[in-house]
């Protein structure tokens, strides 16, 4: 495997601001956007978009406000194809603006568009936008229910009216690995110089496969939201993309890994939503071991039952914890951090013990508590 510094870098863009505010009932203060912000451009995030000017007055004086924090990272605004939300943006002082346009049939007759109406607003829009931001990304919502055939023309006419980037968007979770393969590498031919994103949803729970098979097969840019959170099953994790750049393929992102836990944990607490025991990458049991086998493994080698290192994000090593599954090799390695040497016969008694209480208690034994069941059980 090529150490990270020789991996091809995939800009990594974070909407936990936009998108991820869009999950049902989630709603950040001014305070937390603040903190988020920071807390993103400080790990190495290279883009943040950061709300939709259309919402209103407070929504262009919050962008305003974290435009004024002056990140090292890029802020975007997001817009419809409108030219009074680029317009709002404008005045939000974004350095970047991301504007959406549907391209699939279901969304084009939900809104009453036509396939020409979209081609025009492109070549309306785009231009004016390049002389008034940085950076100017179009969007295909709604990607990969689009005619084929004509979402290659949309790619290659946002090219010719010279977006920086165009986000190809499984707006509805729709699709697997093997279909974004084959978008990428085709719409890769139609883009020319300007460059793709992807953008996927995890209606059907593949947000985080999609979007590493997007940067497999090339795709210079991602779209992410920290816990995943966003509309319906939430978006692609920012923390299981970074780390799966850092552990396997020929890519890799500027986020500081060690940085991933307190985001994630501060996005559940303002989200409330709490994360999962069995979450990957941040979950409290995801370096955890039961299982005899695996915690007999463990204490000859870490690497034997887990991908990567803990300590890549700042964790402890993996944790051996004593319930039903447990084996007597974990159990009189626990007596012995305790001062308590067993001999064959009392550690299988412990063990049958052990088992017991943990069925019957549906829950695993704190280290103080095996303590006490030896010393009433067996000793």
Not at 113 to 135: H, N, Y
Not at 313 to 331: D, N, P
Request: overall charge positive.
């Amino acid at each position: 495997m090529k150490s990270n510094a020789l991996k091809t870098p995939v800009r990594i863009i974070d909407t936990t601001l936009r998108d991820g505010e869009q999950a049902p009932g989630v709603a950040f203060r001014i305070e937390e956007k603040i903190a988020l912000v920071r807390l993103l451009a400080d790990a190495g995030v290279d883009e943040l978009e950061v709300g939709t000017p259309a919402m209103g007055p407070s929504a262009c004086r919050e962008i305003h406000g974290l435009v004024a924090l002056n990140p090292t990272c890029l802020l975007t605004s997001w817009c419809r194809a409108l030219k009074a939300d680029v317009d709002l943006a404008v005045g939000c002082g974004t350095g970047g603006v991301h504007i959406s346009f549907p391209v699939s049939p279901i969304l084009l007759r939900a809104m009453n568009k036509s396939q020409d109406w979209v081609l025009s607003r492109l070549t309306e829009l785009v231009p004016p936008a390049l002389r008034r931001f940085e950076m100017v990304s179009v969007g295909a919502q709604d990607a990969f229910r689009a005619d084929p055939n004509f979402l290659n023309t949309f790619v290659r006419t946002a090219a010719a009216c010279g977006a920086h980037r165009v986000r190809i968007a499984d707006t509805v979770g729709v699709v697997g690995p093997s279909q974004v393969d084959r978008m990428v590498r085709q719409l890769t031919h139609q883009a020319g110089s300007t460059h793709l994103e992807f953008h996927g949803h995890n209606d059907l729970g593949m947000a985080t496969a999609n979007t590493v098979a997007a940067i497999e097969a090339g795709i210079p840019a991602i779209s992410v939201t920290v816990n995943g959170i966003g509309e319906r099953a939430g978006n692609a994790p920012l923390e299981q993309v970074v780390v799966a750049l850092r552990t396997i393929g020929n890519r890799s992102s500027a986020v500081d890994t060690r940085r991933l836990m307190k985001i994630c944990r501060f996005v559940s607490r303002i989200s409330n939503r709490p994360i999962p025991v069995d979450r990957p990458i941040t979950g409290a049991a995801a370096f955890s071991h039961e299982s005899g086998i695996h915690a007999a493994g463990m204490l000859k080698n870490q690497d034997t039952y887990q991908p990567f290192s803990p300590d890549i994000l700042g964790r402890k090593g993996g944790q051996l914890v004593v319930g039903r599954h447990s084996g007597s090799t974990v159990i009189k390695h626990v007596m012995q951090n305790a001062g308590v040497t067993l001999d064959a016969e009392k550690t299988a008694r412990l063990l049958a013990a052990v088992r017991a209480e943990s069925l019957r208690k549906k829950a695993l034994l704190s280290s103080g508590e095996l303590v006490q069941l030896y010393q009433h059980a067996i000793s």
